[in-house]
């Protein structure tokens, strides 16, 4: 890691300077010496939680380095001994330790004097304390397994195609390529192996929902639905919310879409759209249209750093002097190389106070893509670092994404920078398109996973038929005659086993993200500044605030989606 990282800027007002938070004794130490303290006045009741706060802090950098150093060079194996060193023997700690306090903070004398300032702190920490149940316990560690499961059986499915042999990831290469037999070929070949272990996925789900089922009703839950908005601090909106935005996708949305996939299929020259000419999980590479070839839009690295630092500092110059920063203190691993872990990420080293962004640069336009999102978190954390609160530099996702999301959008004036503008009308057109047609699945997704955990009679064959029903509803351009039993599964996807519930997140942040950028196009120089303003709080209010101060409404509703659209669509060539 950069040598900077060597250097702490503020001084701890806990911790001591030689603290070493890979070693649990340590760590349990201090642990020890905040649980015996007297909490009965404000002023004891605040150190408690700041101090905590900072340790917290200590502890989570020492975690987000050793992820850093291990990511970026897997075969490393002091590296990855150091991570898992740190997972079975410091967290552990740092749970149980960690929950001790939350409690005791609840008990103290004193919490009802806490300034406003704590509010969403003692709120997020209510449900936590609120939730826990001894009980819960194996079951939560059971469900974990059962994913650990679906990651084995998913991760290990393989393709078989023209005599080869592909991971379902793999073969997605021939996703996009113009021959249509040759996708057809590819694409069956990923549904047969998805279709192979359907019935043990479905299975396994019917093990998963049955778990869940008893840690909601432990914790005094009538449905899991209900305990999972809680454990997700979902405080500012309900399921009913999110009812009315499934139906607000259907009415304004699904014929925005409906418009791209028909211009598509005019191009493509087809009679109906097959699975194989669209996407039908979102991030399945799809064929151009116009038959283009892809566009490379940097020969090195540099070129793409120094791009992006030209388009930052042209949205915004506190902004491009943050990304500055980040280049001369070298807190981004920006390129790909062997050994390295894949994907694309932003860390924060909490106890000195900078981002770190990490990802596999190999020259395409996703790379631009992933840069100025990514930087989009990091610029959040700058701007939020000052918040007194470790957690408060950090929102939830439905928030977090607009500052990535936005950065996205608020980068679109300044593309030039990586693109000839013959290529740049139909990039800008695809970049809104793209970001539009993710909504109809993130409707499925969701109406789907609330309709499971509602329901009694959910089975295999319930499940089909729901999912069926859902493909109609929002994706009805898809034709599917012939390979209807590869569509009644499509619903077998990660984040239904994984992190139930967790997705409709991106849908409520791509809306505000839509509405900072249209705010732009009026006034940029108020949309930006709204834009930092919001960041800037990180995560201190509830998600209304944070979305009024972006200069956009924190609404789920038909009219405020519709309105949103209708924007987005006005801006399409
Ligand atoms: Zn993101």
Known sequence: LPDILARRTEVRRFVPDNFDAADPQQVARLFDDLDVRHVETRDQLEDLILDEQELEGCIYERFQMAYVDMTADTTNEEHERVYLSLLENVLPVMQEREFRLKRKVLESPAVGELSETYSVYRRNIGADVELFRDENIPLIVEDQKLGQEYEKIAGGQEAEFRGERYTTTQIEKFFDVPDRETREGAWRARAEAFHRDAETLDDLYDKMLEVRRKIAHNAGFGTYRDYAFKEKKRFDYTPDDCLAFHRAVEQHVVPIVAEIWEERRRKLGVDTLRPWDVNVRPN????????????????????????????????????????????????????????????????????????????????????????????????????????????????????????????????????????????????????????????????????????????????????????????????????????????????????????????????????????????????????VGAYKNALSLGGSRPLPELFRAAGAKFSLSEETIGEIMRGVRGQLK
């Open 284 to 527: 399945d590479p799809v064929v151009d249209p116009d038959g283009r070839e892809p566009l490379r839009p940097f020969q090195s690295i540099g070129q793409l750093s120094e791009g992006c630092a030209r388009i930052f500092s042209q949205v915004d110059n506190e902004l491009g002097e943050y990304y500055r920063e980040m280049q001369e203190s070298r807190l981004l691993d920006l390129e790909n190389r062997p050994g390295k872990a894949p994907g694309a990420y932003m860390t924060v080293f909490s106890d000195r106070r900078v981002p770190f962004i990490l990802m596999n640069a190999i020259g395409s336009k996703a790379d631009v893509e992933t840069l100025l999102h990514e930087a989009g978190h990091a610029f959040h954390y700058f701007l939020a670092r000052h918040q007194p609160l470790v957690s408060y530099h950090f929102a939830g996702h439905e928030f977090s994404e607009v500052a990535s999301m936005g950065m996205e959008l608020l980068a679109r004036p300044y593309l030039g920078e990586f693109y000839r503008e013959a290529d740049l009308h139909t990039l800008l057109d695809d970049q809104i398109k793209n970001a539009v047609s993710l909504f109809p699945w993130i409707a499925m997704i969701d109406a789907f996973q609330h309709w499971v955990y509602t329901t009694e009679k959910n089975g295999r064959e319930e499940r089909k038929a729901r999912w069926v029903e859902l493909e109609r509803r929002y994706r009805p351009w898809i034709d599917w005659s012939g390979v209807e039993e590869y569509r009644d599964i499509v619903w077998q996807y990660p984040h239904v086993f994984d992190v139930p519930f967790y997705y409709i997140e991106y849908g409520i942040a791509q809306l505000a993200a839509f509405r900072v950028w249209l705010n732009s196009l009026v006034d940029k120089a108020w949309a």
